[in-house]
């Protein structure tokens, strides 16, 4: 939705078409109540953008077929890392060199994954936030292989979508998550202690 909205050119690729039916429905619900606050006193502006928004955006149930003209590949499956790798060693095959490998993944090393593939310099992590449309926060993981010229590439991707990239290591939890869980757990022993 947000790569849409920011006039680039998307592939949503899911399992199913009654999936992606779903998913497309609910970019549309999400593009509404971006535009009752976006354009709050111009709705026929409203409809354009949101009109203009889903032009950009096309689905697939096959990421082989779609990726041969693909600039970027931002993978947002399960957090299952086998899954993840196989998903990528098959996209590996038919992406065309330039094609750089993202994974949105929150607690997976993206080394591990960078490694299933022979592009492990053109591979990151961009971790974006729920809800999406909403918060401007996307954590920019570079593993020790990944490229200068990718890293500044999927930051700038992060900026042209509206975003704030922060950078960070392949590090478990990368930044939030990382001090996330301890303050979480602050948060448990307080309450244990009354």
Sequence with gaps: ????????TVVL?????????KSTKGIEESLKRVTKKK????PEAGAEFIKKTLKNLTTSTDAASV???????????????????ELFKTLDKFAPEHTIFASNTSSLQITKM??????????????????VPMMKLVEVIKTPMTSQKTFESLVDFSKAVGKSPVS????PGFIVNRLLVPYMMEAVRLFERG
Aim: charge should be negative; proline fraction near 2%; charged fraction near 25%.
């Design 1 to 8: 939705q947000v790569a849409a909205a920011s006039g680039h």
């Design 13 to 21: 690729v899911d399992q199913s078409d009654e999936i992606l039916k």
């Design 39 to 42: 354009f709050a006193d111009k």
């Design 67 to 85: 990726v041969h003209s693909t600039d970027l590949v931002i993978e947002a499956i399960v957090e299952n890392l086998e899954v993840k790798n």
């Design 114 to 131: 960078a490694n299933a593939t022979t592009r492990q310099d053109r591979f990151g992590g961009l971790h974006f936030f729920n809800p």
């Design 168 to 171: 960070c290591k392949d590090t």
